[in-house]
């Protein structure tokens, strides 16, 4: 509505426009000026009417919140009552012109042709003939009281003699009016025809970008547009959540395969005519690192420049499940060698100790037949405990007595034992508990295996006048537990290597690790080691909070 008033505006101020530059070309190239009074008075009032319509339009935006509420067939038939009212005013003003400047000699008269073609812009087509029907009326008055004064004395011997008198003037003005009329609605209704397939375009042109745009932030992966240079010109919302980028960053001041990790020997392999190149990059993020799985391919834009697409998902999770499924399998693997070896050498082995017992007392008084007897019978000992840690292993089974438990208070209590326990006096014991609600769904039998297994490692790893500290806090949705040193810590690949089955850094069985590591998969937990060569190593073991 605001939109078609504002056009009236315009209208108006062309009209007169063009009104004073056909008074100038007069005088430049010697046209018959038009009479100076009556342009002095459309001006005056074209401008007047231009004022008008500023004052409707202001009070029409101050309106706009009760406009806006109205009935769209409301709103509607109030602005064409209110153009049309403006149209038949318009006419009414060329028609004094034309009266003024004696009607058929007036150069306005042609202004009502004007008005009807403009009024097919804004009215109906049943409009259109009424404005061209209200045309010829004020026309034909016009004629009328013209010729009225010359004629009034003739009329009283005949009373059709004016009109006689008008018919010529007026055949030649509604051939003109009937015509404009007919030529303004058939233009009109092309017009709107054009325009509603455009609209309907339009729409259609905006739902398709919609959708493409709800497409592209709903896409589970990043996908990422740049130029030859690596400059960004286009990255959705979870492209920029995985690169860490802030909205302000997606420009020049961000070097797209620095960001990736890519060298220039490995762009400069795509091409448009060869299949999207396959790679996976490692990226830190908030001191945080991902490994990302990257679909590369060259990119033509419209404008014939080329450029870069990258499609990436995060594969940090993947990978952790990766892994962890190999070294299940590993285990398991191990696991069951152990199971049947150990059944194997069982049998054996109580033989041997059952026997060695019974030669005892066969044996010569000598102490060097004692002293070897002893070492078999300790020996043997030593490899029973050993099979049974493989049995124990290889069996871990499920948490027997899975419940809810306050992690935090186990936590104190197994400190209490062990700052009680004299084969760790040498050591510096710390605990370190958050505040929060430290409920977890375990078994504190095995939860104090873990622990004793972790502590023992810590132990010989820290040496004499080491220092163990235990912490439990809150990180998201887990709970977590850690044992920290300061001894020795482990290189990368030891971190890797820690819980394969019979791989031990100190004179144990290796299989510490790999029993502690099945007790939280039995948990539905996970275990996060962080050591450097020097600096200690900490092992933290996070488990899902228990809600109630």
């Known amino acids: 509505m605001v939109v078609r008033v504002l056009s009236l505006i315009l209208y108006r101020a062309v009209l007169g426009s063009m009104i004073l530059l056909y008074q100038i070309l007069a005088l430049v190239f010697q046209f018959p000026l038009l009479s100076f009074r009556p342009i002095v008075i459309m001006v005056s009032l074209i401008s007047a009417l231009s004022l008008a319509y500023v004052i409707y339009l202001a009070r029409l935006l101050d309106r706009r919140r009760f406009l806006l509420d109205l009935k769209e067939e409301e709103s509607r038939f109030s602005l064409n009552g209110f153009v049309l009212v403006q149209f038949l005013i318009d006419l009414i003003i060329v028609s004094l012109l034309v009266y003024y400047e004696g009607v058929v000699d007036s150069s306005f008269r042609f202004a009502y042709l004007a008005v009807i073609l403009v009024s097919a812009v804004f009215l109906d087509k049943f409009s259109i003939y009424a404005i061209m029907v209200c045309s010829l009326s004020m026309y034909y008055v016009t004629l009328v009281l013209m010729f009225y004064p010359k004629v009034s004395h003739l009329m009283e011997l005949d009373p059709l003699f004016l009109a006689r008198s008008i018919n010529p003037y007026i055949t030649g003005q509604v051939v003109l009016c009937f015509f404009t009329a007919l030529l303004s609605g058939f233009l009109q209704t092309s017009y ?25 932030e709903s896409l589970p992966g990043g996908l990422l547009i740049c130029d030859l240079d690596g400059h960004i010109t286009f990255v959705n919302g979870v492209g920029m959540r995985l690169l ?5 960053q997606t420009d020049s001041s961000v070097n797209v395969w620095a960001s990736f990790g890519l060298a220039e020997s490995v762009v400069e392999e795509i091409d448009l005519n060869r299949p999207p190149l396959r790679t996976e990059c490692l990226i830190q993020v908030g001191g945080i690192q991902r490994t990302l799985g990257v679909t590369l391919s060259s ?82 000992r030593r490899l029973n405990d050993t099979i049974s840690a493989f049995l124990n ?38 605990l370190s508990v958050g505040q929060g609600d430290f409920s977890v769904l375990a078994d504190e039998g095995k939860l104090n295996q873990v622990l004793w297994n972790l502590v023992r490692n810590s132990a010989k790893a820290a040496g004499e006048n080491g220092r163990i500290i235990l912490e439990c806090d809150l990180i998201g949705h887990e709970v977590r537990c850690a044992v920290r040193d300061n001894g020795i810590g482990m290189t990368e690949d030891q971190v890797n290597e820690l819980f394969t089955p019979f791989r031990s850094f100190s004179n144990g069985t290796g299989l510490g690790m790999s029993v502690v590591y099945e007790i939280m998969q039995a948990h539905k937990g996970r275990i996060k080691v962080d050591s450097e060569p020097g600096r200690g190593t900490t092992v933290s073991l996070l488990f899902p909070r228990y809600l109630d």
């Open 192 to 216: 709107r025809n054009a325009r509603g397939v455009l609209l309907e375009k339009d729409r259609n042109i905006r739902s398709l970008r919609h959708m493409r745009r709800k497409i592209v």
């Open 299 to 380: 990119l033509e834009f419209e404008s014939g420049n080329r450029g870069y697409l990258f499609v990436f998902q995060d594969l940090t999770k993947i990978k952790m499940l990766e892994e962890d499924k190999r070294l299940m399998d590993r285990m398991s693997a191990v696991g069951k060698m152990a199971a049947g070896v150990a059944h194997e050498i069982r049998n054996p082995l109580a033989a041997i100790s059952g026997s060695i017992q019974v030669l005892r007392e066969f044996l010569p008084q000598e102490e060097t037949a004692h002293e070897l007897a002893e070492i078999v019978d300790k020996e043997t």
């Open 244 to 248: 860490g980028l802030d909205p302000s």
């Open 393 to 430: 292993y290889a069996r871990p089974g499920t948490p027997a007595l899975l419940k809810k438990l306050d992690l935090c208070h186990v936590l104190r209590d197994f400190f209490l034992l062990l700052e009680n326990d004299g084969q760790y006096a040498h050591l510096a014991l710390e």
